[in-house]
């Protein structure tokens, strides 16, 4: 319980920080991570990539990544969250081209989405596989654990991806 209470406390702190992030401030983070993230071997090296896609403030955006990883001929999926078995989960669609992306319509967040008529006969990545995530977080420990905005999606995903056949996709360090 007081761990639930400190996370809960943890979360409040850092939506503060990071709402209060100069528009300049957030473009410059992202570029730099976003160079970063692109000189990685693991990146570099993946064929199929699931991608979360950002909301309008406080987050890196991810754009780059998803625009080098689409020219590169990766397979990328993004987050489509929906309702299974009464219960909101998310699932990573693959993102078919450059004009999809460009195209996506904002959710209930403010962040780009595939609308529920595009999802029938796409690939999920949980069964097609994928070699990297790249998932939000609003702070990280030494030890890269991360903590997110609670809702569970991500963890969730996870834990369903794990019951596959497939191997874990690379997470980061």
Known sequence: MAFQVAKRDLRKRM???????????II????????????LPEYQSAKSIAVYLSMPSGELSTNGIVKDALQQGKNVYIPYIHTQDKKSIMDMFALKSMSEFESLQLDKWGIPSLLSTQIEGRP????????LIVMPGMAFDHGFRRLGHGKGYYDHFLTRYATTTRSMPFLGK
Not at 15 to 25: A, K, M, N, V, Y
Not at 124 to 131: A, E, I, V, Y
């Open 15 to 25: 939506r503060s920080i990071l709402q209060g992030l100069s528009i300049s401030t």
């Open 28 to 39: 410059q983070q992202s570029s730099a991570a976003t160079t970063n993230f692109l000189s």
């Open 124 to 131: 999920n990545g949980l069964t097609q596989g994928l070699d």
